[in-house]
Nanobody, 125 residues
Framework: DVQLVESGGGSVQAGGPLRLSCAAS????????MGWFRQTPGKEREGVAA????????ECADSVKGRFTLSYNYGSHAMFLQMNSLKPEDTAKYYC???????????????????WGQGTQVTVS
């Protein structure tokens, strides 16, 4: 079974950094799509950033470009989201997601993803 486990959330002051990790297990194939999504109560889930694990291509939402950096360690099957210059509007529960990669995938659309972690809360004050 595919399992995704997030860690690294917490509370931070505006302007500060946090680093989220997603440990993945149970995957087959060398090229998948992994992403981070976030959601606040009463709002739709928002795609934050995504990476193609084979080639390293990344995409980020406009709201986080220049502040968030996504990376993937193929050896440990772990994905990392380095979040800098955090703003109160970044407060949300952050979810790790994964899906097999295919041509035409929309990596910031949650409809594309088969597997989800339980989420980790990020609070910026």
């Amino acid at each position: 079974d595919v399992q995704l486990v997030e860690s690294g959330g917490g509370s931070v002051q505006a302007g500060g950094p946090l680093r989220l990790s997603c440990a993945a297990s149970g995957f087959t194939g060398s090229n998948n799509c992994m992403g981070w999504f976030r959601q606040t109560p009463g709002k739709e889930r928002e795609g934050v950033a995504a990476i193609y694990t084979g080639g390293g291509h990344t995409e980020c939402a406009d709201s986080v470009k220049g502040r968030f950096t996504l990376s993937y360690n193929y050896g440990s099957h772990a994905m990392f989201l380095q979040m800098n210059s955090l703003k109160p509007e970044d407060t949300a529960k952050y979810y790790c997601a994964a899906a097999p990669l295919y041509p035409g995938i929309q990596p910031l659309s949650d409809d594309e993803y088969n597997y989800w972690g339980q989420g980790t809360q990020v609070t910026v004050s």
